[in-house]
């Protein structure tokens, strides 16, 4: 089906309402990017099948979509959120993955950051420290970090003030970092922020 | 480099290859607009051809409603939800109780669409639900989520025996939060308190029609009109509501009996439509004396 010029995700949904078929444009504009996100989160399998539940879900509740934004994804985004909050374990069993696969980083990170050769093997265990975080700051961290929405996107999102996201944001990286800290006073591993202050707020 | 780079790199390097996934959830989402499109198109058929029969039979048409309409009764009957609920009251009292009344678990299928989650994204669950339910608070509910089966004192029993079948004192119990437990309902919920425990409980004649004069007397309560509830049954329906919230209750005129009852949260007037909470259509209820058993349907 052929994308209408100039639409937005806004017109497109609320033109779907008369026309069901011009809800295709949306999938083919936000699918990959939504599938991607959920591998990342919890899988290629089960990532698959949430992909797949958050558009046939957005197109059953489309009704309810607020047509004054014009842009889609923080609604997407909200839907794989809500979806997610059932696959907590698969999420566990993800990061769990990453956390056992710091072979298979060195070879994409050490090119793009070559003075910092320790990235590589401190990753994995930000797998860690992430899996450790209250789910609903990790939804946050990762709607921002992973799927790139900005805070006010976030709050459509979830459903919280942009204020709420802020916190929520700020608390995990805190996290993160206090996780990581220890670690490489141990291990020994030279990344920027550790040797040269606390960290970015 | 900082802690958000290191997060972004978690994952990153996973790419995505296959395409079946991709046009599995395409054929779904396909097979979703096939069907809204399909019956959008009977729909219209249906209109156009409602159109043509009501041309060429307006007059007999005519006095079928005229000979429906004097023995049914409808919404346009009743000026105020407080008659309504005056004449439902009548008929819920005129009802016997129930002769399998003996068993020891209550009983209800419904069909439910629940909304879930927070924010834009929140999700509509739908799906059938058979709740079993006994005295000591033990019973199995099975839903699209599972089927589990509960020990005493698991699941919340309300006992309605102990309720008064007097409409004003109920209806201060029911103000006073001793029905349901935690704090005092607004008036709005109220009305969505009444519905749950006319559908969900399995009060005796008197007490049914003392809940429905309960309802007729709480502030703010209106006379909607004639509906149809998901299940496609013709009722009449009563709604309250305040700035955020909207809660709908259809009713049978014959047997007083719930069809459906929903809550919608106001939108912003800006933008941000109604959105539906719940809607939760009443399909089945009964007593029976284990929790394999459904009630016999007449």
Redesign the interface.
């Known amino acids: 089906m052929p994308e209408p010029a100039g639409s937005t995700d806004a017109d497109l949904i609320g033109a779907s309402l008369e026309e069901?078929?011009l809800?295709?444009t949306v999938?083919e504009r936000h699918?990959?990017a939504i599938?991607?996100y959920l591998?990342?989160r919890v899988g290629?399998e089960t990532g698959?099948d949430l992909?797949?539940e958050t558009?046939?879900?957005a197109?059953?509740?489309r009704?309810?979509?607020?047509?004054?934004?014009h842009d889609a994804r923080?609604?997407?985004?909200?839907?794989?959120?809500?979806?997610l909050?059932h696959e907590l374990r698969s999420e566990r069993a993800q990061f769990a993955a990453?956390a056992r696969q710091a072979g298979?980083?060195e070879a994409?990170?050490e090119p793009r950051?070559e003075e910092?050769a320790d990235?590589a093997r401190?990753?994995p265990h930000?797998?860690n420290a992430?899996r450790g975080l209250q789910p609903r700051d990790r939804d946050v961290?990762?709607l921002?970090?992973?799927a790139d929405l900005t805070y006010a996107e976030v709050a459509?999102?979830?459903?919280?003030p942009e204020g709420t996201v802020g916190s929520r944001f700020n608390r995990a990286?805190r996290q993160?970092?206090e996780a990581?800290e220890p670690l490489a006073a141990i291990q020994g591993w030279r990344?920027?922020?550790m040797e040269t202050s606390e960290?970015?707020s | 480099m900082n802690d958000l780079d290191l997060v972004r790199l978690l994952g990153a390097e996973v790419p995505i290859t296959d395409d079946l996934a991709r046009l599995q959830a395409r054929s779904r989402l396909r097979t979703l607009i096939d069907r809204e499109t399909r019956v959008g198109t009977a729909r219209s058929t249906e209109r156009r051809r409602r159109r043509r029969a009501s041309t060429l039979f307006t007059a007999a048409a005519a006095l079928m409603l005229v000979a429906v309409f004097a023995v049914l009764p409808r919404g346009a009957d009743y000026a105020t939800a407080d008659e309504l609920f005056s004449d439902l009251s009548s008929v819920a009292e005129r009802g016997s109780a129930d002769p399998e009344s003996t068993g020891e678990f209550f009983y209800t299928k419904s069909e439910r669409a629940t909304e879930q989650g927070e924010g834009a994204g929140s999700i509509l669950v739908e799906g059938v639900r058979e709740i079993w339910i006994a005295r000591d608070g033990s019973g199995r509910i099975r839903d699209q989520s599972g089927d589990e089966v509960f020990q005493p004192g698991e699941l919340p029993f309300i006992d309605t025996d102990n309720l008064p079948a007097d409409a004003d004192a109920l209806l201060r119990m029911l103000r006073g939060g001793e029905v349901f437990g935690g704090a005092p309902p607004s008036d709005v919920d109220l009305l969505a308190d009444i519905g749950s425990l006319l559908a969900e409980t399995h009060p005796r004649p008197e007490l049914r029609a003392s809940l429905l004069d309960a309802a007729g007397r709480i502030p703010g309560v209106e006379l909607v009109g004639d509906r149809t509830d998901a299940a496609g049954r013709a009722g009449i329906a009563v709604a309250s509501a305040d700035p955020t919230r909207r809660i709908e209750l259809i009713f049978d005129p014959e047997s007083a009996a719930l069809l459906e009852r929903s809550a919608v949260r106001a939108g912003d007037g800006e933008g941000q439509p109604d959105r539906l909470e719940y809607r939760i259509t009443y399909e089945e209820s009964g007593v029976v004396e284990t929790v394999d058993e459904r009630p016999v349907v007449p």
Not at chain 1, 63 to 69: G, K, T
Not at chain 1, 74 to 83: F, K, T
Not at chain 1, 156 to 160: D, K, N, P, R, T
């Open positions: 069901p078929r809800f295709e999938f699918y990959d599938r991607r591998h990342r290629r698959d992909a797949a558009f046939a879900q197109f059953t509740t009704r309810r979509y607020d047509v004054s934004r923080p609604w997407l985004y909200g839907i794989a959120s809500n979806l909050r990453y298979t980083l994409i990170v950051f910092h990235i401190i990753v930000v797998a992430l961290l990762l921002i970090g992973w459509v999102a979830l459903g919280i990286r993160v970092r990581l990344v920027s922020w960290g970015e």
